[in-house]
């Protein structure tokens, strides 16, 4: 139980900690690492310092000795030696007594006894002895040296300048290192409030984005820093949920917009029939009302493809080799002679086709594949009619294979040959060939055609026609907006052009 109150103060602490502003972390956590910084910094310099110095004088005890030592041993020692350093020198004969010593030097006692001088000679390094009994009140570096016939030399110097220095130093950095955390603590307040300020900056453009201020964007800092990378990614992914939100609701408006004609018309049906049942034909009301209900569907099954392809963000629900010569004419049956078919690279009739029923299409497995091109009409029961060879097919003898969805790939087509159904007079044209190292489908027909500046506006989502804006002709605008995004994600591309007479819509998809 007794960890429990050190626990509990633990977690205390870290809450206190974590409560606290990031300016105040990082200055707090900067300045406690300049003061460890600091301290250390100041204990090594002062014993490096110490040292230097140490070094200084024992090096000033030793060329005082040595000097000393050369003159003994010629025997030109003065009665009366002087040191113009300080330095303090006893000369000792054989036997052990002061020969020779400079002004102040206790003639009488050596500093050092036999067995001493013997020791320091020996190691051949400097000492510390206490001068207090020797009347001396400093602690001395003492060395000694050998000289000729038996002579010895110590020379000493007091190493109270030493002391004096290293005190000083000692006060300048407990005065001085205090001072200069504080200062480095204020800079780094200063530096890290300017450094979090863009920040701060950032958070407050944010609170005043609103539902109602959707286009406001985030402040930029000048810096080309990493805030700045920040605001500029923080200040794309708005632009790009603005338009998606933009999108949505545009979406939703003209829903609303498309279901309010049946519904009001389904509305309207039934409440004259209601209203008026004895005169009422009860088989065309059903039909009209069907006919509204089938607009409905069409609607909600264009709006549904639409959200498929804005939640899967420009991909294809599957991945999967799709054979377009297979698909293409499969998907055209169903309009009967109302649109032909042509085909680069698909597999010629065949003499051990004549057994066959004419006009239908044969698996990859069965067929052998040529560089004609044949037209095959979309009606069952017409015969394959073989026309001139491809001049440009652009691939060998095979499928036609690229790689997506085969259902929205096949939607693709149903919605070009409905939309070009709804103005042509004569059979739409499908026609399948390669380019290099695209697939390009084609569909053709002989209508009015759109003028050159609405070309690329017949893409867009609702989007009619001034011909077209009759919605019992039309549909409603949402088949050439669910093609251009169908064939993006599939990494192609759609376009329209001039077919003199008529238009052409041309989709081109990379081969797998």
């Known amino acids: 139980m007794a960890a429990d109150p050190a ?7 870290v809450g206190w900690w974590r409560r606290k502003s990031l300016r105040f972390r990082l200055t707090a956590v900067a300045s406690a690492v300049l003061a460890v910084a600091l301290v250390v910094s100041a204990y090594v310099m002062l014993g490096v310092l110490g040292r230097s110095l140490i070094d200084t004088i024992d090096e000033s005890i030793y060329q005082r000795a040595r000097e000393t030592v050369s003159l003994a041993d010629a025997g030109r020692l003065p ?7 300080g330095t303090l020198l006893q000369v000792l004969d054989a036997t052990g007594r002061i020969t020779h010593a400079t002004t102040g ?11 001493e001088r013997r020791t320091a000679i020996g190691r051949g390094e400097a000492r510390f002895l206490d001068g207090a009994p020797y009347g001396i009140p400093h ?15 110590i020379a000493a110097r007091p190493f109270s300048e030493v ?14 290192t205090p001072l200069l955390l504080i200062l480095l603590a204020a800079a780094s307040w200063v530096i890290i409030g300017g450094t979090l300020r863009p920040i701060a900056a950032l958070r407050r453009g944010a609170d005043e984005i609103t539902g109602t201020a959707r286009s406001r964007r985030l402040p930029v800092p000048e810096a080309h820093d990493e805030v700045h990378s920040l605001a500029t990614t923080l200040n794309a992914m708005l632009a790009r949920l603005e338009k998606a939100d933009t999108r949505q609701r545009a979406l939703v408006s003209d829903a609303a917009h498309e279901l309010r004609s049946p519904l009001a018309s389904i509305r309207l049906q039934l409440e004259v029939a209601l209203g008026y049942p004895e005169g009422q034909d009860w088989r065309e009301t059903a039909e009209g009302v069907l006919e509204d209900t089938m607009r409905l569907y069409r609607l909600a099954e264009d709006l549904l493809a639409l959200a498929r392809l804005d939640e899967r963000d420009g991909a294809p629900a599957r991945r999967e080799p799709v054979e377009l010569d297979q698909l293409v004419p499969q998907t055209a049956e169903r309009y009967g002679e109302a649109v032909t078919v042509k085909i680069a690279g698909a597999p010629a009739g065949r003499p051990e086709d004549a057994g066959r029923t004419p006009g239908t299409i044969e698996s990859p497995a069965e067929v052998e594949r040529t560089h004609e091109v044949i037209e095959l009409p979309g009606e069952a029961g017409r015969a394959h009619e073989a026309i001139e060879p491809a001049e440009d097919s652009g691939r060998a003898a095979g499928a036609i294979v690229v790689t997506g969805d085969a259902l929205d790939l096949g939607r693709v087509l149903v919605n070009l040959v409905d939309n070009a159904l709804r103005h042509t007079t004569a059979p739409v044209v499908v026609e399948l060939r390669t380019e290099g190292a ?11 055609g759109i ?10 989502r609702f989007t009619r026609l001034d011909s077209a804006r009759s919605r019992d002709e039309g549909g409603a605008g949402l088949g050439l907006a669910i093609v251009r995004e169908t064939v993006h994600a599939h990494g192609g591309a759609v376009h329209l052009e001039d077919a003199s007479p008529g238009l052409r819509a041309v989709v081109r998809l990379p081969l797998s």
């Not at 009665?79 to 350093?85: A, E, I, K, L, V």
């Not at 030097?105 to 067995?115: C, I, K, Q, S």
């Not at 697939?439 to 009015?448: N, R």
Request: aromatic letters at 2%; a negative charge; charged letters at 30%.
């Open 79 to 85: 009665d009366g030696m002087t040191s113009p350093d």
């Open 438 to 448: 695209d697939a390009i489908l084609t569909v053709t027909d002989d209508g009015p």
């Open 139 to 153: 602690v001395l570096r003492v060395r000694v040296l050998s000289a000729d016939r038996g002579q010895a030399v």
């Open 7 to 13: 626990a509990h103060g633990a977690r205390r602490t």
């Open 163 to 176: 002391q004096t220095s290293i005190s000083t130093a000692g006060h300048v950095l407990i005065v001085g």
């Open 105 to 115: 030097t206790d003639r009488l006692v050596p500093l050092l006894d036999a067995e």
């Open 451 to 460: 003028p050159e500046p609405d070309r690329e506006r017949v893409f867009d």
